[in-house]
């Protein structure tokens, strides 16, 4: 009878220990690439026909760019046409969406740090949520409402490719109250990240193709590296150019 009662004691407490094991920490990503823009736009029509008998979608998109200075990713949601109901929620889930726009092989939320949906995000907290469950983080579309839009920066998503927390190769869902998804789309990059390589002009007047540095050489001459030796046309060329010169100040 004891050694019951111990087990149950036991098997509480191991209860209340799990219950209360603290939740993952996202961290915040600073290396965002600058320029970068990315959009997934609604398609024409909804993948659950539920709330579009008569055939439609929800219309819109979610843009992605860097936020500033790198630290994080601002996300522009506009959206209208919503069904009757609410509200909805969307996530970035774990897998893109096939050809045949089965927004159920999208897969669970995007969720590096493995969390969970249980329990809800606490959106004070939001790095303590899943990453990809930006409704939990910024807020759910309110019920009633036939158009929605929200502009963010989410701290903890990154457009950086081979980072955990990257998610362009990825979808957005939207969903109706009981989960069920509504439509997705997945994201592609409108803009490529800035180049900041700065292209070296050459100087009006300058051989263009003399690069070794230094003062550019005299209009009229031909700029000759260190140590180069001159072909036999090339000397040819150069007695040209001064026999022709010489004719004209004859003139």
Not at 155 to 184: M, Q, W
Request: proline share 8%; net charge negative; charged share 15%.
């Amino acid at each position: 009878m004891r050694s019951s009662v111990a087990l149950s004691l036991l098997g509480a407490a191991a209860t209340g220990v799990a219950a209360q094991k603290p939740l993952p920490t996202a961290a915040a990503v600073t290396n965002n690439p600058a320029c970068l823009v990315a959009e997934a736009v609604l398609p024409e029509n909804a993948w659950q026909k539920n709330g579009f008998p008569n055939g439609g979608n929800i219309k819109g998109k979610v843009v992605a760019k860097s936020g500033e200075g790198g630290v994080g990713v601002q996300f522009n949601v506009e959206v209208s046409g919503l069904p009757e109901g609410g509200p909805f929620t969307y996530h970035i889930h774990a897998k893109p969406v096939p050809e045949n726009g089965n927004c159920t092989a999208t897969g669970a939320h995007f969720d590096p740090t493995e969390r969970g949906e249980d329990p809800v995000c606490d959106k004070s907290k939001p790095e303590t949520c899943q990453i990809g469950d930006l409704a939990g983080k910024y807020g759910a579309i309110p019920a009633g409402n036939t158009t929605f839009s929200a502009s963010y920066v989410d701290k903890y998503t990154s457009l950086a490719e081979g980072t955990d927390a990257y998610f362009l190769d990825r979808s957005i869902v939207f969903h109706f109250p009981n989960k069920t998804r509504i439509t997705c789309a997945n994201f592609k990059i409108t803009e490529q990240a800035c180049d900041h390589a700065t292209a070296s002009v050459a100087p009006t007047g300058s051989n263009p193709a003399h690069t070794t540095g230094g003062a550019p050489s005299p209009s009229g001459t031909l700029p000759v590296e260190a140590g180069a030796s001159l072909s036999m046309s090339s000397m040819t060329g150069v007695a040209a150019a001064l026999l022709g010169g010489a004719m004209m100040l004859m003139l």
